[in-house]
């Protein structure tokens, strides 16, 4: 079974992304990097069992002759949650139980992480984004390990589809965490609720 790993905020402008988050969260971000094949950049909370991610193109990096990952390239407006990450033991196993165009595995490193990750080819992940992207970290070592305990935790996950059912039963062979709660709903929409040190807070 899949293990829930992330959730990313994506964002035209790092620092916009990353000042966004933290007003909404009343929490300081710490670590993240850069990620050159991609030419993405950002920064992370740690979340206890898993992290948040702000993510956005590098201004200082060639783009990419390839789509960027989360559709990043089609993505406009304010920051915002748009994708999450499932953690695999065995890519080649999990993905070939998800939709088609839930990616192809490709080898990634920043910084002492390593990890595969299975990207789309044309960035679009199935469900329009709905569908989690899928990580296998190689080796031990995990940005939860890492970041500062924010003392924050996510306590629900809401992914709100027109084809809500579709992406349950989707899901039902690989992953349950009660956390995530799929619903019906016109467009695709994440939303994600928070106990933080300063009470429940919503992206």
Not at 19 to 27: N, T
Not at 124 to 129: E, S, V, Y
Not at 172 to 195: I, M, N, W, Y
Request: glycine share 8%.
């Amino acid at each position: 079974m899949l293990a829930f790993d992330h959730i990313a905020i994506s964002a035209t402008d790092l620092a916009e992304g990353v000042a966004a988050v933290e007003a909404a969260l009343g929490l300081h971000l710490a670590g993240g990097g850069e990620h050159p094949l991609m030419a993405t950049h950002n920064r992370l909370l740690g979340l206890g069992d898993l992290y948040l991610e702000v993510i956005a193109p590098n201004p200082t990096a060639p783009r990419p002759s390839w789509p960027r990952w989360f559709d990043m390239d089609s993505f406009s407006g304010s920051p915002r949650l748009t994708n999450w990450v499932a953690r695999s033991k065995s890519l080649t196993h999990d993905l070939a139980l998800c939709p088609n165009g839930t990616g192809t595995p490709l080898a990634l490193q920043r910084s002492d992480y390593r990890w595969q990750m299975a990207v789309p080819a044309n960035g679009k992940l199935p469900f329009d984004g709905a569908f989690p992207a899928l990580i296998q970290w190689q080796g031990t070592l995990h940005p939860t390990q890492a970041l500062p305990d924010s003392g924050a935790r996510l306590t629900r996950l809401e992914i709100a589809h027109p084809q809500a059912d579709a992406l349950q039963a989707a899901l039902s062979p690989l992953f349950h965490d009660p956390r995530v709660l799929v619903v019906q709903g016109p467009t695709k929409a994440l939303r994600a609720s928070f106990t933080t040190p300063h009470g429940v807070r919503v992206l």
